[in-house]
């Protein structure tokens, strides 16, 4: 399991500031009916808008 997790997204109510996540959980989901082959395929359910 990852240690840290890095996010870019500070309009997320989880960023933490350095770019951290302080959510307990993350849940990422494929964005298509099939399995995802690139991370443009996939979408982070954990975002939550500020």
């Known amino acids: ?3 840290d997790v890095i996010c ?3 309009s997320c109510r989880n960023w933490a500031g350095n770019n951290r ?3 307990e ?3 990422i ?3 298509k009916e099939s399995n995802a082959h ?3 395929e ?3 359910k ?3 808008p500020k």
């Open 38 to 40: 690139r991370s443009a």
């Open 21 to 23: 996540c302080s959510a």
């Open 8 to 10: 870019e997204v500070s």
């Open 29 to 31: 989901v494929n964005n």
């Open 42 to 44: 996939t979408d982070c």
């Open 1 to 3: 399991m990852a240690k």
């Open 46 to 48: 954990t975002f939550d």
């Open 25 to 27: 959980s993350i849940f």
